[in-house]
Structures are given as structure tokens and as C-alpha cells.
């Protein structure tokens, strides 16, 4: 079975629109988190979020949000998408201080 | 907050060569040291890792050294393959928190 899950694989919008991605994890982790990697392959972190606290990269634009519906589950929603939100997003989940597993990636284009 | 850095950016080597992967940190709160391999169009998976209370540990052909005092840590790979070929980042990690290096583009040469 699929550890960590993400859905859409692949996401071609138009600027200015409203997306989200879903993620979606099997493992009984307590953190998940979401990452962004652009072209350079830089993987910047963007939130952590367990059940008790969610911590937002502070150079991430309140257009993004993460949502929780239950503990296996954090979006991740984004508004008004700009060009230069074009990357792959990855998100993860661990269980503190342990190794975390990745998502096979998202892939966002917007145009 | 922590700060990783990564070097060097790309690396090319000769199968069968080794190839050595540096990183350093600055919180010494951090006390979980992963590394990651991301191959092209894939995502990121961990090879090996390493926790403050030891020193050094190996796994077959890849082996990882931790000095907390000066705080960095390296990645060392021998006997290159061609399937090594790809992009690995190391992360430094204190609690639920994974700073990530920059990375480091690794090609094998045949």
C-alpha cells in the first residue's frame, strides 16, 4: 500500500485561479508537512502541522493554506496562483524525529 | 531558526570512484541528520541517516561521519554506479522540524 499519497499528479491552471491538492498518509505519523521544490530543486519547506500545532514557514504567502480534516490528511489549498507558483510540491509525514516519507510530488504549472 | 548548507552544488566522478557530500548546520538543538536521494522525476527517499549520539555509521557501499562540535556531517559513497547518479540532500532535524541543504547533483561517469 501506498505510505504517502498525493492527488492531482499533474495541475495546469490559469493565473489567478484557486486550487488545492490533497494529501493523504497511511502511516500513523503525527507530522505532515508540505514542501516546495522549484526548478533550481531547492526543497523549501512551506508548513508542519500536527494535531497540536501548525507551523508556517514565515516567507510563504498567505495564499497557501494547509488544511487538516483528521490527522491522516493535510492540503493544501492555494488562491489567486501567481507564475511563479509553478514547482513540484511534495508533501511528507513522520513521526517526530524519525525519517520522514515523501509523496510522489505534484506537478503545477500554472500558465 | 537552522541554517544547512551543502557542498559542493554538483559533483562528477568516475564509476568506481568515491564521492563525498558536505553539509553544515547551526542550531546544535539539531539531533537527526538524514540524508536523501531524489532521482529525476521522482521523490525524494532516505539512504541513510545518523543521530548525535554516534559518530559514524555505514551501510554497505554509503557511510555517514557526524562531528556535532564543529557541526557539519558528510556523505560518503565508494565504488560509484552509474544508478547513483542523481541528486542528494542532506537535513538536519530537531523534533518535527527538517531543514533541508541545497543539494548536490551527483553524476556517475561510465
Known amino acids: 500500500d501506498t505510505a504517502v499519497s498525493q492527488t492531482p499528479k499533474y495541475l495546469v491552471t490559469q493565473m489567478g485561479n484557486d486550487k488545492s491538492i490533497k494529501c493523504e498518509q497511511n502511516?500513523?505519523?503525527?507530522?505532515m508537512y508540505w514542501y516546495k521544490q522549484d526548478s533550481k530543486k531547492f526543497l523549501k519547506i512551506m508548513f508542519s502541522?500536527?494535531?497540536?500545532?501548525?507551523?508556517i514557514n514565515e516567507t510563504v504567502p498567505n495564499r497557501f493554506s494547509p488544511k487538516s480534516p483528521d490527522k491522516a490528511h493535510l492540503n493544501l489549498h492555494i488562491n489567486s496562483l501567481e507564475l511563479g507558483d509553478s514547482a513540484v510540491y511534495f508533501c511528507?509525514?513522520?513521526?517526530?524525529?524519525?525519517?520522514?516519507?515523501f509523496g510522489p510530488g505534484t506537478r503545477l504549472t500554472v500558465t | 531558526g537552522e541554517n544547512v548548507e551543502q557542498h559542493p552544488s554538483t559533483l562528477s566522478v568516475q564509476e568506481g570512484d568515491s564521492a563525498v557530500i558536505k553539509c553544515t548546520y547551526s542550531?546544535?538543538?539539531?539531533?537527526?541528520f538524514p540524508w536523501y536521494k531524489q532521482e529525476l522525476g521522482k521523490r525524494p527517499q532516505l539512504i541513510i541517516d545518523?543521530?548525535?549520539?554516534?559518530g559514524e555509521k555505514k551501510d554497505q557501499r554509503i557511510a555517514v561521519t557526524l562531528n556535532k562540535t564543529a557541526k557539519h556531517f558528510s556523505l560518503h559513497i565508494t565504488e560509484t554506479q552509474p544508478e547513483d547518479s542523481a541528486v542528494y540532500f542532506c537535513?538536519?532535524?530537531?523534533?518535527?522540524?527538517?531543514?533541508f541543504g541545497t543539494g548536490t547533483s551527483l553524476t556517475v561517469i561510465p
Open positions: 545518523i543521530r548525535s549520539n554516534v
Open positions: 537535513a538536519a532535524s530537531y523534533g518535527n522540524q527538517f531543514y
Open positions: 502541522y500536527n494535531n497540536k500545532e501548525l507551523i
Open positions: 511528507a509525514s513522520s513521526q517526530t524525529e524519525y525519517e520522514q516519507y
Open positions: 542550531d546544535s538543538a539539531s539531533n537527526y
Open positions: 502511516l500513523g505519523h503525527d507530522t
